[in-house]
């Protein structure tokens, strides 16, 4: 498993426009080129099959040195995170959690309601329950929907 919070930019790129920047947020927080590097290139054919799950620790700001994983011939790799559709993944599977915005902004912190803008953008410009395979509506945490395939 591999999450993006473990592939987030040292806090010196993340913040240098500030801490509450809404396209830094959307565009330059998490390491795309180390996600495909250290995750993704690994898996194709020819790779080595070995999967950084983590490279960085955005509470000590500083390199994980976590150990590579071998994933097995068959195996699969789940990667998470926000904002995740967009960027050419070669997933095999995509799953998108779908909140409508008021759940969202019910559902986000509220130091972290500044963020909304950058979901927004993401909803707008990547369309991801258009691009998934699987879209689950979430506005309820305990009741999510599937709809079974990508929405119309």
Same mark, same amino acid.
């Given at each position: 498993? &591999?999450?993006?919070?473990?592939?987030?930019?040292? $806090?010196?790129?993340?913040?240098?426009?500030?801490?509450?920047?809404?396209?830094?947020?959307?565009?330059?927080?998490?390491?795309?080129? &180390?996600?495909?590097?250290?995750?993704?290139?690994?898996?194709? $054919?020819?790779?080595?099959?070995?999967?950084?799950?983590?490279?960085?620790?955005?509470?000590?700001?500083?390199?994980?040195?976590?150990?590579?994983? /071998?994933?097995?011939?068959?195996?699969? #790799?789940?990667?998470?995170?926000? #904002?995740?559709?967009?960027?050419?993944?070669?997933?095999?599977? /995509?799953?998108?959690?779908?909140?409508?915005?008021?759940?969202?902004?019910?559902?986000?912190?509220?130091?972290?309601?500044?963020? #909304?803008?950058?979901?927004?953008?993401?909803? &707008?410009?990547?369309?991801?329950?258009? /691009? $998934?395979?699987?879209?689950?509506?979430?506005?309820?945490?305990?009741?999510? $929907?599937?709809?079974?395939? &990508?929405? /119309?």
């Amino acid at each position: 498993m &591999a999450a993006t919070a473990g592939f987030l930019r040292p $806090a010196s790129l993340r913040y240098e426009f500030g801490r509450q920047d809404v396209d830094a947020y959307y565009d330059g927080w998490t390491d795309i080129g &180390a996600l495909w590097r250290e995750v993704f290139n690994p898996l194709d $054919a020819g790779g080595s099959g070995r999967v950084l799950p983590d490279l960085w620790d955005p509470v000590t700001d500083r390199a994980t040195r976590s150990a590579y994983v /071998s994933l097995p011939p068959g195996g699969v #790799l789940v990667v998470h995170g926000p #904002l995740l559709l967009g960027h050419w993944f070669p997933f095999d599977l /995509s799953v998108h959690l779908r909140l409508s915005p008021a759940a969202l902004a019910r559902r986000t912190e509220q130091d972290q309601r500044w963020t #909304l803008p950058a979901f927004a953008r993401y909803e &707008a410009e990547v369309r991801p329950a258009e /691009s $998934a395979d699987v879209v689950v509506r979430a506005d309820g945490p305990r009741h999510p $929907a599937w709809n079974g395939g &990508a929405a /119309s």
